[in-house]
């Protein structure tokens, strides 16, 4: 479980949601471009849009959920009695899986309106922390789905 946190907190933090041609690339909060001359990043915010706050809500939301599944899953293995199921951290689980899937899908659908100020978007592509977020949507729903079915054993 912590292996996804890791992989959601890559995708919300790192700076390569959107690419172009490797000198600038955005990310939720951050565009940033590469100077050559003096061979430095120079990044400015992000121009706030709805969609762009809303896919940064609820990526935030999904790394908070996955956060506290894996507290209440800590919880639960002491205090869960034998036989017991897991339900409370496969729902939070679940809960992190579809705010990471409608993030992803915002981003994937509204993209023009996310980047408007930014430059011409047939040159770029997305870049490997949106598609490390797709990768994460199934594992967090798989997670959840195989928590609410586990039980304690001695």
Same mark, same amino acid.
């Given at each position: 479980?912590?292996?996804?946190?890791?992989?959601?907190l890559?995708? +919300?933090?790192?700076?390569s949601?959107?690419v172009?041609?490797?000198? @600038?690339?955005?990310?939720?909060?951050?565009? +940033?471009?590469?100077?050559?001359?003096t061979?430095?990043?120079?990044?400015?915010s992000? @121009? @706030?849009t709805?969609?762009?706050?809303?896919?940064?809500?609820?990526?935030?939301?999904?790394?908070?959920?996955?956060?506290?599944?894996?507290?209440i899953?800590?919880?639960?293995?002491f205090?869960?009695?034998?036989?017991?199921l897991?339900?409370?951290?496969?729902? +939070?689980?679940?809960f992190?899986?579809?705010?990471?899937f409608?993030?992803?899908?915002?981003?994937?659908?509204?993209?023009k309106?996310?980047? @408007?100020?930014?430059?011409e978007?047939?040159?770029?592509h997305?870049?490997?922390?949106?598609?490390?977020?797709w990768?994460?949507?199934?594992?967090?729903?798989c997670?959840?789905?195989?928590?609410?079915?586990?039980?304690?054993?001695?």
């Open positions: 479980m912590s292996e996804i946190i890791n992989a959601y890559i995708s +919300c933090m790192i700076q949601w959107w172009w041609d490797g000198t @600038e690339h955005s990310d939720l909060w951050y565009n +940033c471009r590469f100077d050559n001359e061979e430095a990043w120079f990044c400015a992000s @121009e @706030e709805e969609w762009l706050q809303a896919v940064q809500v609820l990526m935030v939301l999904s790394v908070v959920f996955s956060a506290i599944s894996f507290l899953f800590l919880g639960q293995l205090t869960i009695s034998k036989g017991g897991f339900y409370l951290t496969g729902v +939070c689980q679940a992190a899986g579809l705010n990471a409608t993030a992803a899908l915002i981003y994937t659908l509204h993209n309106e996310i980047l @408007e100020d930014s430059r978007l047939s040159s770029g997305f870049g490997y922390c949106f598609y490390l977020a990768v994460c949507v199934p594992l967090l729903l997670s959840g789905i195989m928590y609410i079915h586990l039980r304690k054993r001695e």
